[in-house]
C-alpha cells in the first residue's frame, strides 16, 4: 500500500456552511501556527461522494492522512420531514463510502460531524452525550438522524474492530457563511433573514413564521464550529462523540426579535401553527469540548447582522432595502 501524504487532509463538503469553515480554519492555522497542512477538496462534479468505486478510487490516489466529513445532505425541518428518502439514503451513501475508503488506505484520523437532532426528542436538558440511543426520535428527522447515527457506530466500530482514530462530533444548529437562504427548504435562521429582507424590501406588513415560536434552539457560528473542530483534530481521541455548542439557547421568537431589528423590519410577525414546531428543546451540555480549551467567540447578535452581511452581498449583489441605507 502507497503511503499516506503526513499533512495531506481531504475536507470532504468543502463549499458548504460547515466545510467552507473548516478550509478558512485550517488556512487561518497554516498561516498563523505554519502548519504544513496541504488541504485537498473536490467539488461535486469532480467527485459525486454517493459513489462508493469513485470514492474509493479518489482516496487511493490522493492518499490523505487526515479527513474532515462535513459532506451532508441538509436541510431545515421542512425538507427533512418532506424528503425523508433523500435525507436517509444520500446521507447513508456519502458516510459509508467515505469511512470505508478512508480505512482501506489507512487514514491517519477522521472527523465525522453528526447533528444535535440524533438525541431522543425529550432527552434531558443540557443535552449529554451519553443521552444517544435512550429514547424516540424527532420525527420530523428521523431519516437524517438515523443516517448520522449510523455514521456515529460505524466510526466507533471501525476504531474498536480495527483501532482506527475515527471520532464523531455532534453540532448544534449552525449558521454563518455559504448557509442555504432557500425560503421552503432552509434552516431557521437562514430563512428568518431572508424573509424579513424581503418584507422589508416590498414593503409588507407581515411576516409569516412557522409553528408557535415556543422551541428553543441553540445557534453556533460556523466559524467557532471550525475552530471546534481543529481542535479537535489535534487534541481529541476517543469513541465517545463529543457536542459542539454555545451552552445557550433562545426561543424561535426571540430569534425572530433579533433577525427583525437587525434586517429593520418595523411590521408584524404572524405564526402559522399549522407548520410543525419540531424537538422542543434542543440545548447541548458543552462541558466535555470547554474542558478541550475551545470557546465560542461570535455572539448570537453580531453573528447574525455577519449573516446578513453575507446574504446582501451574496444573494441580493450588497443592496440594502432602501430604507435601510
Ligand atoms: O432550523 P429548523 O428548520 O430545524 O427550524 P430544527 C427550527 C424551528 O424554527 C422550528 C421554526 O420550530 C420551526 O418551526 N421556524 C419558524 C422556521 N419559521 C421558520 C422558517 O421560516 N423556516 C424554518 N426552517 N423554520 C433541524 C433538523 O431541525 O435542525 C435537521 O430538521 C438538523 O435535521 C438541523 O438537525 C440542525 O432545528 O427543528
Known amino acids: 500500500m502507497n503511503a499516506s501524504h503526513p499533512s495531506r487532509i481531504f475536507v470532504a463538503g468543502h463549499r458548504g456552511l460547515v466545510g467552507s469553515a473548516i478550509v478558512r480554519a485550517l488556512e487561518r492555522r497554516r498561516a498563523d501556527a505554519g502548519e504544513p497542512w496541504e488541504i485537498v477538496t473536490r467539488t461535486r462534479a469532480e467527485l459525486d461522494l454517493r459513489d462508493a468505486a469513485a470514492v474509493r ?3 487511493e490516489k490522493e492518499r490523505p492522512a487526515f ?41 491517519s484520523k477522521l472527523l465525522f460531524l453528526g ?16 443521552s444517544l440511543l435512550t429514547g424516540l426520535l424527532e420525527p420530523t428527522n428521523e431519516a437524517y438522524a438515523i443516517a448520522k447515527i ?7 466500530a471501525y476504531r474498536r474492530q480495527y483501532g482506527a482514530h475515527f471520532i464523531s462530533a455532534m453540532p448544534t444548529n449552525l449558521y454563518g ?9 432552509s434552516h431557521v435562521l437562514p430563512a428568518l433573514i431572508h424573509k424579513f429582507h424581503l418584507a422589508r424590501a416590498k414593503g409588507q406588513g407581515s411576516v409569516t413564521l412557522w409553528g408557535t415560536g415556543a422551541p428553543r ?19 481529541y481521541d476517543a469513541d465517545e462523540i463529543i457536542n459542539l455548542g454555545t451552552g445557550e439557547d433562545v426561543t424561535i421568537k426571540e430569534l425572530a426579535e433579533i433577525v427583525r431589528e437587525i434586517v429593520g423590519f418595523t411590521g408584524e410577525i404572524v405564526w402559522d401553527t399549522s407548520q410543525p414546531d419540531g424537538t422542543p428543546r434542543k440545548l447541548l451540555d458543552v462541558s466535555r469540548v470547554r474542558a478541550l480549551g475551545w470557546v465560542p467567540r461570535i455572539g448570537l ?8 452581511e453575507w446574504f446582501l452581498a451574496h444573494h441580493v449583489g450588497g443592496r440594502r432595502p432602501a430604507a435601510v441605507a
Not at 449510523?150 to 466507533?156: E, F, P, R, S, V
Not at 457560528?221 to 481542535?231: G, I, K
Open 57 to 59: 478510487n479518489f482516496f
Open 177 to 185: 457563511p455559504n448557509d442555504n437562504f432557500d425560503l421552503q427548504g
Open 67 to 107: 479527513v474532515v466529513l462535513a459532506a451532508a445532505k441538509v436541510g431545515g425541518i421542512k425538507a427533512n420531514h418532506d424528503f425523508p428518502v433523500e435525507f436517509l439514503l444520500e446521507n447513508l451513501k456519502i458516510q459509508n463510502a467515505i469511512i470505508e475508503s478512508a480505512h482501506a488506505v489507512g487514514v
Open 150 to 156: 449510523a455514521g456515529i457506530k460505524l466510526c466507533q
Open 217 to 235: 434552539r441553540e445557534f453556533l457560528h460556523a466559524d467557532d464550529l471550525a475552530e471546534a473542530c481543529r481542535v479537535l483534530l489535534e487534541k
Open 301 to 308: 447578535r453580531a453573528g447574525i447582522a455577519s449573516a446578513y
Open 115 to 130: 447533528s444535535s437532532c440524533i438525541y431522543p426528542k425529550l432527552a434531558p436538558q443540557p443535552i449529554r452525550e451519553k
